[in-house]
Protein backbone atom coordinates (compact mmCIF):
# COMPACT_ATOMS: atom_id res chain seq x y z
CA UNK A 1 0.00 0.00 0.00
CA UNK A 2 1.22 3.48 -0.64
CA UNK A 3 2.28 5.99 1.58
CA UNK A 4 1.07 9.24 2.55
CA UNK A 5 2.40 11.64 -0.33
CA UNK A 6 2.84 15.19 -0.32
CA UNK A 7 3.75 18.13 -2.74
CA UNK A 8 5.76 19.92 -3.48
CA UNK A 9 8.33 18.27 -1.18
CA UNK A 10 10.24 21.88 -1.15
CA UNK A 11 8.92 25.43 -1.60
CA UNK A 12 10.34 29.00 -1.60
CA UNK A 13 8.14 31.99 -0.99
CA UNK A 14 8.35 35.93 0.11
CA UNK A 15 6.71 37.43 2.75
CA UNK A 16 3.09 38.27 1.51
CA UNK A 17 2.22 35.38 -0.97
CA UNK A 18 0.07 32.38 -0.34
CA UNK A 19 0.70 29.07 -0.87
CA UNK A 20 -0.85 25.70 -1.20
CA UNK A 21 -0.15 22.00 0.52
CA UNK A 22 -1.53 19.29 -0.76
CA UNK A 23 -1.44 15.70 0.92
CA UNK A 24 -2.75 12.28 -0.33
CA UNK A 25 -3.65 10.02 1.81
CA UNK A 26 -3.25 6.24 2.48
CA UNK A 27 -5.41 4.56 0.30
CA UNK A 28 -8.89 4.00 2.39
CA UNK A 29 -7.85 6.13 5.21
CA UNK A 30 -10.66 9.04 5.41
CA UNK A 31 -9.01 11.52 8.40
CA UNK A 32 -6.21 13.56 7.18
CA UNK A 33 -4.85 15.96 10.07
CA UNK A 34 -2.14 18.82 9.45
CA UNK A 35 0.96 19.42 11.57
CA UNK A 36 3.58 22.58 11.63
CA UNK A 37 6.80 21.57 13.23
CA UNK A 38 9.60 24.11 13.73
CA UNK A 39 12.64 24.26 16.00
CA UNK A 40 11.20 26.29 18.19
CA UNK A 41 7.32 25.18 18.54
CA UNK A 42 8.26 21.46 17.74
CA UNK A 43 5.33 19.51 16.32
CA UNK A 44 1.91 21.15 16.61
CA UNK A 45 -1.93 20.32 15.81
CA UNK A 46 -3.15 22.45 12.69
CA UNK A 47 -6.22 21.04 11.71
CA UNK A 48 -7.71 17.71 11.21
CA UNK A 49 -10.35 16.87 8.17
CA UNK A 50 -12.61 14.41 7.77
CA UNK A 51 -15.67 13.39 4.90
CA UNK A 52 -14.50 17.21 3.65
CA UNK A 53 -15.51 18.69 7.50
CA UNK A 54 -12.97 20.22 9.55
CA UNK A 55 -13.37 18.48 12.44
CA UNK A 56 -10.87 20.25 14.97
CA UNK A 57 -8.27 22.86 14.25
CA UNK A 58 -5.49 23.93 16.51
CA UNK A 59 -4.53 27.25 17.97
CA UNK A 60 -3.25 28.90 14.40
CA UNK A 61 -4.61 32.54 13.21
CA UNK A 62 -7.28 32.15 10.02
CA UNK A 63 -4.15 32.67 7.73
CA UNK A 64 -4.20 28.64 7.86
CA UNK A 65 -6.87 27.22 5.89
CA UNK A 66 -7.60 23.70 4.68
CA UNK A 67 -9.80 21.85 2.60
CA UNK A 68 -11.00 17.64 1.80
CA UNK A 69 -11.65 16.51 -1.68
CA UNK A 70 -14.48 13.68 -1.95
CA UNK A 71 -11.65 11.28 -3.04
CA UNK A 72 -10.26 12.01 0.94
CA UNK A 73 -7.41 14.30 -0.89
CA UNK A 74 -6.68 17.72 1.13
CA UNK A 75 -5.36 20.39 0.63
CA UNK A 76 -4.24 23.52 3.12
CA UNK A 77 -3.31 27.23 2.37
CA UNK A 78 -1.46 29.95 4.04
CA UNK A 79 -1.95 33.62 2.76
CA UNK A 80 -0.37 36.59 3.72
CA UNK A 81 2.84 34.45 4.09
CA UNK A 82 4.81 35.66 7.28
CA UNK A 83 8.52 35.08 7.89
CA UNK A 84 7.68 32.48 10.95
CA UNK A 85 5.88 30.47 8.58
CA UNK A 86 8.85 28.80 7.64
CA UNK A 87 8.40 25.21 8.60
CA UNK A 88 8.46 21.86 7.85
CA UNK A 89 4.34 20.92 6.69
CA UNK A 90 3.46 17.30 7.71
CA UNK A 91 0.10 15.75 6.67
CA UNK A 92 -1.12 12.71 8.58
CA UNK A 93 -3.49 10.18 7.63
CA UNK A 94 -5.54 7.72 9.62
CA UNK A 95 -8.51 5.64 8.56
CA UNK A 96 -10.55 5.84 11.63
CA UNK A 97 -10.99 9.50 13.23
CA UNK A 98 -13.79 8.45 15.79
CA UNK A 99 -11.58 6.74 17.84
CA UNK A 100 -8.62 8.12 19.56
CA UNK A 101 -7.16 4.90 19.35
CA UNK A 102 -6.07 5.00 15.52
CA UNK A 103 -2.65 5.17 14.09
CA UNK A 104 -1.53 8.09 12.38
CA UNK A 105 0.93 7.97 9.71
CA UNK A 106 2.78 10.81 8.44
CA UNK A 107 4.13 12.01 4.43
CA UNK A 108 7.46 12.99 4.27
CA UNK A 109 6.45 16.56 4.82
CA UNK A 110 6.39 19.60 2.60
CA UNK A 111 9.44 22.30 3.33
CA UNK A 112 8.07 25.77 3.10
CA UNK A 113 10.79 28.57 3.34
CA UNK A 114 9.13 32.11 3.32
CA UNK A 115 11.96 34.98 2.28
CA UNK B 1 1.70 25.51 28.55
CA UNK B 2 3.13 21.85 27.76
CA UNK B 3 1.02 18.67 28.04
CA UNK B 4 3.20 16.74 26.79
CA UNK B 5 6.97 16.51 28.06
CA UNK B 6 9.97 14.87 27.08
CA UNK B 7 12.78 16.02 29.68
CA UNK B 8 15.90 14.81 28.08
CA UNK B 9 16.82 16.65 25.06
CA UNK B 10 19.50 13.95 24.00
CA UNK B 11 20.76 10.86 25.03
CA UNK B 12 23.79 8.58 23.85
CA UNK B 13 24.29 5.33 24.37
CA UNK B 14 26.38 2.13 23.41
CA UNK B 15 25.70 -0.52 20.75
CA UNK B 16 24.08 -3.16 22.31
CA UNK B 17 22.70 -1.71 25.57
CA UNK B 18 19.17 -0.39 26.43
CA UNK B 19 18.15 2.29 25.14
CA UNK B 20 15.40 4.44 27.53
CA UNK B 21 13.30 7.00 26.32
CA UNK B 22 11.04 8.73 28.77
CA UNK B 23 7.58 10.90 28.37
CA UNK B 24 5.40 13.07 30.75
CA UNK B 25 1.86 14.52 30.42
CA UNK B 26 -0.42 16.23 32.22
CA UNK B 27 -3.71 15.82 30.32
CA UNK B 28 -5.60 12.92 32.23
CA UNK B 29 -7.80 12.85 28.86
CA UNK B 30 -5.18 11.71 26.88
CA UNK B 31 -6.05 7.65 26.48
CA UNK B 32 -3.54 7.19 23.62
CA UNK B 33 0.24 7.13 23.44
CA UNK B 34 2.68 6.97 20.28
CA UNK B 35 5.82 6.50 19.74
CA UNK B 36 6.94 8.15 16.56
CA UNK B 37 11.02 8.10 15.07
CA UNK B 38 11.86 11.15 12.97
CA UNK B 39 15.21 11.70 10.68
CA UNK B 40 15.96 15.31 9.39
CA UNK B 41 13.39 16.87 6.76
CA UNK B 42 11.45 13.32 6.74
CA UNK B 43 8.01 13.09 8.40
CA UNK B 44 7.65 10.98 11.74
CA UNK B 45 7.64 7.04 11.47
CA UNK B 46 5.20 4.94 13.84
CA UNK B 47 7.49 2.95 16.11
CA UNK B 48 4.79 1.89 18.68
CA UNK B 49 1.66 2.57 20.24
CA UNK B 50 -0.13 2.06 23.85
CA UNK B 51 -3.78 2.26 24.92
CA UNK B 52 -4.55 4.09 28.37
CA UNK B 53 -6.21 0.70 29.42
CA UNK B 54 -2.58 -0.85 29.41
CA UNK B 55 0.70 -0.77 31.24
CA UNK B 56 2.98 -2.16 28.56
CA UNK B 57 2.68 -3.06 24.97
CA UNK B 58 5.88 -4.81 23.21
CA UNK B 59 6.98 -5.18 19.65
CA UNK B 60 10.28 -6.93 18.93
CA UNK B 61 13.25 -4.67 20.07
CA UNK B 62 10.45 -2.13 21.25
CA UNK B 63 8.30 -2.13 24.44
CA UNK B 64 6.55 0.55 25.74
CA UNK B 65 5.66 0.85 29.55
CA UNK B 66 2.84 3.49 30.56
CA UNK B 67 2.45 4.16 34.25
CA UNK B 68 -0.97 5.90 34.28
CA UNK B 69 -0.79 7.51 38.17
CA UNK B 70 2.49 9.06 37.63
CA UNK B 71 1.90 10.10 33.78
CA UNK B 72 4.40 8.65 32.84
CA UNK B 73 5.49 6.68 29.69
CA UNK B 74 8.77 5.07 28.73
CA UNK B 75 10.20 3.72 25.40
CA UNK B 76 13.22 0.45 26.21
CA UNK B 77 14.95 -0.40 22.91
CA UNK B 78 16.85 -3.56 23.16
CA UNK B 79 19.15 -4.17 22.44
CA UNK B 80 20.06 -0.79 21.17
CA UNK B 81 21.35 -0.59 17.57
CA UNK B 82 23.56 2.13 15.34
CA UNK B 83 20.28 2.22 12.93
CA UNK B 84 18.16 3.56 15.99
CA UNK B 85 19.69 6.53 16.30
CA UNK B 86 16.69 9.13 15.21
CA UNK B 87 14.98 12.10 17.06
CA UNK B 88 12.20 9.94 19.01
CA UNK B 89 9.34 12.15 19.55
CA UNK B 90 6.26 10.68 22.07
CA UNK B 91 2.49 11.81 21.38
CA UNK B 92 -0.77 11.52 23.27
CA UNK B 93 -4.53 11.48 21.79
CA UNK B 94 -7.59 11.89 22.73
CA UNK B 95 -11.13 11.78 20.99
CA UNK B 96 -10.48 13.87 17.68
CA UNK B 97 -7.18 12.87 16.15
CA UNK B 98 -5.00 15.71 17.76
CA UNK B 99 -2.05 13.83 18.64
CA UNK B 100 0.12 16.56 21.24
CA UNK B 101 3.31 16.06 20.85
CA UNK B 102 6.39 16.16 23.01
CA UNK B 103 9.61 18.45 22.08
CA UNK B 104 11.61 14.89 20.73
CA UNK B 105 14.82 13.23 22.49
CA UNK B 106 17.41 12.71 20.15
CA UNK B 107 19.14 9.33 20.55
CA UNK B 108 22.59 8.52 19.41
CA UNK B 109 23.80 4.99 19.49
CA UNK B 110 27.67 4.72 19.25
CA UNK B 111 29.03 1.51 17.52
Known amino acids: KAGVTQTPRYLIKTRGQQVTLSCSPI?????VSWYQQTPGQGLQFLFEYFSETQRNKGNFPGRFSGRQFSNSRSEMNVSTLELGDSALYLCASSSEPSFSTDTQYFGPGTRLTVL | DQQVKQNSPSLSVQEGRISILNCDYT??????FLWYKKYPAEGPTFLISISSIKDKNEDGRFTVFLNKSAKHLSLHIVPSQPGDSAVYFCAANNAGNMLTFGGGTRLMVKP
Open chain 1, 27 to 31: SGHRS
Open chain 2, 27 to 32: NSMFDY
